[in-house]
Nanobody, 121 residues
């Protein structure tokens, strides 16, 4: 499975961004999908996950109510809508594919290349 993330950029605090991840090379609906992020000097952390069928979603406490993960299995894409962005959301964001449920502690075997999100005035 190959993953290509896009949509990052510079946004002011309180603004919004939508990240997208396009998948190829596998049966997309078999995979749970996750978004992770890594800020400078910090470990990579789970942000959001979605099950293969799209019915179950999971979020880190830090983004609950602000971020929304969704997927379109017909287009082999997963998206992360990010609202009310804060400077602490600044990081490189990665999409990943793994076990069907897209759990925070699940095993993710395939990773995209990352897209930079910077929240700053």
């Amino acid at each position: 499975v190959q993953l290509q993330a896009s949509g990052g950029g510079l946004v002011q605090p309180g603004g919004s961004l939508r990240l997208s991840c396009a998948a190829s090379g596998g049966t997309f609906s078999n995979y749970g999908m996750g978004w992770f992020r890594q800020a400078p000097g910090k470990e990579r952390e789970f942000v959001a996950g979605i099950s293969g069928g799209g019915r179950s979603t999971y979020y880190a406490d830090s983004v609950k109510g602000r971020f929304t993960i969704s997927r379109d299995n017909a287009k082999n894409t997963v998206s992360l809508r990010m609202n009310s962005l804060k400077p602490e959301d600044t990081a490189v964001y990665y999409c990943a594919a793994g076990g069907f449920w897209g759990l925070p502690g699940g095993k993710y075997d395939y990773w995209g290349q990352g897209t930079q999100v910077t929240v700053s005035s």
